[in-house]
């Protein structure tokens, strides 16, 4: 191993301190990459297998497992409502999900914890690989688009999602913590609390008054006029659904589960339903502090 390297790491650490240069913190990152397959390649040299149900007892090592472990990290739970406010913010970027996924956790970085940069056995750090999981939990419930052009490649809200999500942007501008968050958000109760959140928001929209005030202060208005009854026609349909599969559960055994997911693959194979999606242009003063959010998740 090359102590030059730590000390140059150690170095640079504290000129950074001083200086916040972004340059810094590129060639911190370089060399610990390097100092990481220096190690790679002392265990090859050394022909270490490591076992990971091997037990070693050292107080240190343990420390710095309960540190760096998934219960000290966000939970893919904790990240769908935070991902979907994001993906609403940046609508239309149409960059692909791993770039999306690394803006979204550099964007948030002061919340991370610890546990969140830890690689998971794949190799990838644990806050990009929950957000992954916490995209599918948003395209599980039609919240993403899943047609040929999105499933997977990006993470783009559907005209569901930019409801819900616009719905959600209003309180959330004016008294998040009293109509976004009145729910537990620990680890056990995060999955709920979405669920929750999804019902309560789905259910406001479908007051008229409430549906045709989120088009309006959202969408720009050549959006709205073109489409507006296929907006309607088409959330009305998503509405009746879901609130039975939030009823019931999301189960694939369970009829009203079943009935959604054939809705959704229907409006996906649906060109109409894709031009709509395409002609969607948020006003321009769209803006969220995502900080607010996670501030709040972690009270």
């Not at 930019?162 to 719905?167: D, E, T």
């Not at 913590?177 to 929209?205: C, G, P, R, V, W």
């Not at 549906?211 to 720009?220: A, C, K, Q, R």
Request: include cysteine; charged fraction near 25%.
């Amino acid at each position: 191993m090359d102590a030059s390297i730590i000390n140059l790491i150690n170095e640079l650490v504290i000129e950074y301190k001083n200086s916040k240069n972004p340059k810094l913190l590129e060639e911190i990152e370089l060399q610990l990459k390097l100092l990481e397959y220096q190690s790679l390649v002392l265990k090859y040299k050394l022909r270490i297998v490591e076992n990971p149900n091997l037990s070693i007892e050292n107080q240190q090592l343990k420390e710095y497992e309960c540190l760096f472990g998934y219960s000290n990290a966000y939970s893919k739970y904790h990240l769908i409502m935070p991902l979907m406010i994001y993906l609403f913010v940046n609508h239309k970027q149409n960059k692909p999900a791993l770039e999306t996924a690394l803006n979204f956790m550099k964007d948030n970085e002061a919340f991370l914890k610890e546990g969140d940069f830890a690689k998971t056995k794949t190799g990838v750090q644990r806050f990009i690989t929950n957000t992954r999981f916490a995209s599918l939990e948003l395209r599980r419930f039609g919240l993403l688009r899943s047609d040929d052009k999105h499933y997977y490649h990006t993470w783009e809200l559907s005209l569901f999602g930019i409801l819900i999500a616009g719905s959600i942007y209003f309180d959330y501008k004016y008294s998040l913590a009293d109509n976004y968050f009145k729910t537990n958000f620990d680890k056990d109760n995060a999955y709920l609390s979405f669920q929750k959140i999804l019902h309560k928001y789905t259910e406001q929209l479908l007051e008229h008054k409430k549906f045709y005030w989120i088009l309006n202060n959202i969408l720009e208005d050549e959006v709205i006029v073109n489409y507006l009854d296929l907006y309607e026609r088409k959330f009305l349909q998503f509405a009746s659904t879901i609130m039975n599969v939030l009823k019931d559960g999301y189960k694939l055994k369970n009829q009203s589960t079943q009935e959604f997911i054939n809705m959704l693959n229907n409006i996906n194979a649906d060109r109409e339903i894709s031009k709509l999606a395409d002609s969607i242009v948020l006003k321009k003063n769209i803006e969220v502090n995502l900080n607010d959010i996670f501030e709040i998740i972690n009270k």
